[in-house]
């Protein structure tokens, strides 16, 4: 039936709209890193209580919120989504000024952009399944990657920028809401133009047919919860890393590297420039040289990651400027690629009438690694007063990712039509 249905060119601003707004939901995650030390003189707080009171509580609301979104897509559709999720984190940027001097405060903003972060990441599958033959759904997924990395790269530079530009940090958060703005201007044109051929057509069948069967068949195979695992490894690592990372390179020595926040800024900016690079690679990868075969691009990505996060804290690597953005680099590129390739395996492998769910699901506990990644690094830079044991447990959580890559094989017994 798929070689039957036309996809419009419209598809391509489709993706346009899915990157912008998941770029713009990563600037809001990311912007208190590269201003953790600010924030935390501000507050009368450590490092690793502002980290955690900052990131921890956003996470954890992502991974609640995607798993909530995924059941709520396949009902409303993407665009009502978006337009909750990009209202919410719009509202949040603009209470920061009014009410971002108290814990209180902050918690409550933290929070409901965590709400509205999880259900943009949970549109993914469902995207590329309507929108995108099988083959451009690796693209799909690696664009969603890119964007990701790009928000961060963008919150790493934004952040300080507008800090700097309006004197306050509060003011700078608010500022940081221009791109969720452009964000739902953008979602809006795509709710008055043309719509998914499968919205129409075969989406509205399968869902009435099949969505309670499949879906039982989905949650009894292994490869389902694997796909969990993946993600919540992958996000486990990406999100310490990324939060973590701005202060070790920041902070004066013996903390950190003393590097200042915007020279910190601009190493994790080529970071995640390279972050962005290996999201949009690895679909072409596993296509071109693997022949979709997701199994090997995961434990290729998972082992390097592993090696090269970890040198980031040997004297050899970071005294030397050159070898240290080497190794950022390669960081960026191979972690960058676990998250789209098991979503290109999910909407590749599951049946359009369940990808939302599936992917909503697998996205959403797989977010709580986030969480866990913020709490264990906070904890042991709380703990230990340096980020050395944060980045040592990064690399052993990649490690654990490798050994569950091992049985990543597409799922049996749904029908080919499928696919």
């Given at each position: 039936m798929n070689q039957n249905i036309?996809?419009?060119?419209?598809?391509?601003?489709v993706l346009l709209m899915l990157?912008?707004?998941?770029?713009?939901?990563?600037?809001?995650?990311?912007?208190?890193?590269?201003?953790v030390s600010v924030i935390a003189n501000d507050l009368g707080l450590s490092l690793g209580e502002t980290t955690g009171m900052m990131m921890g509580p956003f996470t954890f609301c992502v991974a609640i919120s995607c798993i909530l979104g995924g059941v709520i897509i396949d009902r409303i559709g993407i665009i009502k989504v978006f337009i909750g999720s990009l209202i919410l984190l719009i509202a949040g940027g603009l209470l920061t000024p009014v009410i971002g001097n108290?814990?209180?405060?902050?918690?409550?903003?933290r929070v409901i952009g965590g709400f509205g972060t999880g259900p943009i990441m949970a549109t993914l599958t469902t995207v590329a399944a309507q929108w995108f033959p099988s083959e451009e759904r690796g693209i799909v997924t690696g664009t969603q990657g890119m964007s990701v990395g790009f928000g961060v790269a963008l919150g790493f530079v934004?952040?300080?920028?507008?800090?700097?530009?309006?004197?306050?940090?509060?003011?700078?958060?608010?500022?940081?809401s221009i791109f969720s703005i452009i964000g739902l201007i953008l979602t809006i044109i795509v709710a008055v133009g043309p719509k998914a051929p499968e919205v129409v057509n075969e989406m509205a069948c399968e869902v009435a047919v099949s969505s309670g069967s499949d879906y039982k068949l989905a949650l009894g195979q292994l490869v389902t919860w694997l796909c969990v695992i993946g993600i919540f490894v992958n996000s486990w690592a990406n999100q310490a890393f990324n939060d973590l990372t701005p202060g070790y390179l920041a902070i004066e020595a013996p903390i950190g590297l003393g590097m200042g926040p915007m020279t910190a800024g601009q190493y994790m900016m080529i970071y995640q420039l390279a972050f962005m690079v290996g999201s949009v690679l690895c679909g072409i990868v596993m296509k071109k040289v693997f022949n979709g075969n997701a199994r090997p691009v995961l434990l290729i990505c998972s082992i390097l990651a592993a090696v090269f996060a970890l040198s980031v804290k040997l004297p050899i690597?970071?005294?030397?400027?050159?070898?240290?953005l080497i190794c950022l680099i390669l960081t960026g590129l191979f972690l960058s690629s676990i998250n789209?390739?098991?979503?290109?395996?999910?909407s590749m492998h599951y049946p359009k009438s369940i990808i939302g769910k599936i992917g909503g699901m697998a996205m959403g506990i797989?977010?709580?690694?986030?969480?866990?990644?913020?709490?264990?690094?906070?904890?042991a830079l709380h703990t230990t007063g340096t980020y050395q044991l944060s980045i040592l447990i990064v690399a052993a959580i990649l490690l654990v990712g490798f050994v569950f890559a091992l049985?990543?094989?597409?799922?049996?017994?749904?029908?080919?039509?499928?696919?």
């Open positions: 036309v996809y419009p060119k419209f598809r391509w601003f990157g912008f707004v998941t770029m713009a939901s990563s600037v809001v995650l990311i912007s208190p890193a590269p201003l108290t814990l209180g405060g902050l918690l409550f903003i934004a952040a300080p920028a507008f800090f700097t530009m309006a004197g306050t940090w509060q003011a700078g958060m608010a500022w940081l690597i970071y005294s030397n400027s050159t070898a240290l789209p390739t098991i979503q290109a395996f999910i797989g977010i709580f690694g986030g969480t866990a990644g913020v709490a264990a690094g906070s904890v049985g990543m094989k597409p799922p049996k017994g749904f029908g080919a039509s499928n696919n």
